[in-house]
Every structure is written in structure tokens, then in C-alpha cells.
């Protein structure tokens, strides 16, 4: 009698765990049928971005090589695809052609920053470019994670 319950325990077991293996394997089919779908809505944006050859960005109010002054008020659209923490999004630095600091600032923001569109965060950037004829804007979100740069792009600028 006890033979009988134990096998039966050890079919009842084999049972169970095919039964998971089973779902498990249906669900990653699910998956690849959704990301196919989503790939046919998007086209080739959704291949590109797996690649690591696009990243979603922040818009910013200035465009690449234009020539800024000090003061600069640098605003950042965070599109909701970056997230602010207490009224703060990241910072930004710029720097020379050689890689030299020439100023950094918070980017923040006076308005209802806990929701999940669009914010707009600004700082006012403060630099004196010296002799430096070219650099770039860096704008940096913060991680959460406890990475010092967090996400960035940067934006070529000229004095």
C-alpha cells in the first residue's frame, strides 16, 4: 500500500510539473505573437530600438548648433518618457570642445511634476565660455538607481 501512494505521489508530481512546463512554454508563445503584432504597428521603430540604436529622448529648447549666451535658460520637455523625482528631472552641464566644465545646473520645475505626461523642467545656466568656440549641452535624468549620470543625450552648441 505504501509503494502504491508513493507512486502515485511521484505521478502526481510529474503531472504538475508538465503542466507547468506546458503553460510556461505557452505564455513565451504568447509573448513572441505580441511582439510580432507590435512590431507590425510600428514598422521598423520598435527593431531599431531593441538594437540599442535609438533611445527616447526629452526635447529641449535648444537646437543642435546654435549659439547660446550666458545666461542660458535651458528647458527640457520630459515627454513623460523621463521621471522627476521631488520637482527634479537631472541636470545639465555644458562643457567645451575640449571637455571642459563651463557650467551645471538642476533642471526643475514649479509644475505638477507627479503625473505621468508631459513636464516641463528648466534651469537657468550660467558659463562663460572663455575662448571656447564650440561645446555641447548635456542633459542628464536621474537613474534611480543610484547611477551618477542616469540617462543623457547631448546637444552640440556654439558660443
Known amino acids: 500500500m505504501e509503494k502504491i501512494r508513493v507512486v502515485c505521489t511521484f505521478v502526481a508530481l510529474a503531472i504538475a510539473l508538465m503542466s507547468l512546463s506546458a503553460c510556461k512554454a505557452e505564455k513565451q508563445d504568447n509573448e513572441a505573437k505580441t511582439e510580432v503584432i507590435v512590431e507590425e504597428e510600428k514598422g521598423n521603430e520598435v527593431q531599431i530600438e531593441k538594437a540599442g540604436k535609438k533611445q527616447a529622448v526629452p526635447t529641449v529648447n535648444i537646437a543642435a548648433n546654435e549659439k547660446i549666451t550666458s545666461p542660458k535658460l535651458v528647458k527640457v520637455n520630459s515627454e513623460g518618457i523621463w521621471f522627476a523625482s521631488?520637482?527634479?528631472?537631472?541636470?545639465?552641464?555644458?562643457?567645451?570642445?575640449?571637455?571642459?566644465?563651463?557650467?551645471?545646473?538642476?533642471?526643475?520645475?514649479?509644475?505638477?511634476?507627479?503625473v505621468s505626461g508631459p513636464v516641463v523642467f528648466s534651469a537657468n545656466l550660467t558659463f562663460d565660455p572663455a575662448k571656447a568656440k564650440a561645446g555641447k549641452l548635456i542633459i542628464y535624468g536621474k537613474s534611480g538607481e543610484g547611477d551618477a549620470k542616469g540617462p543623457h543625450f547631448e546637444v552640440p552648441v556654439t558660443f
Do not use: F, R, Y
Open 86 to 114: 521631488e520637482g527634479e528631472l537631472g541636470w545639465v552641464k555644458l562643457v567645451d570642445s575640449a571637455g571642459n566644465e563651463l557650467g551645471k545646473a538642476i533642471l526643475t520645475t514649479e509644475e505638477d511634476w507627479m
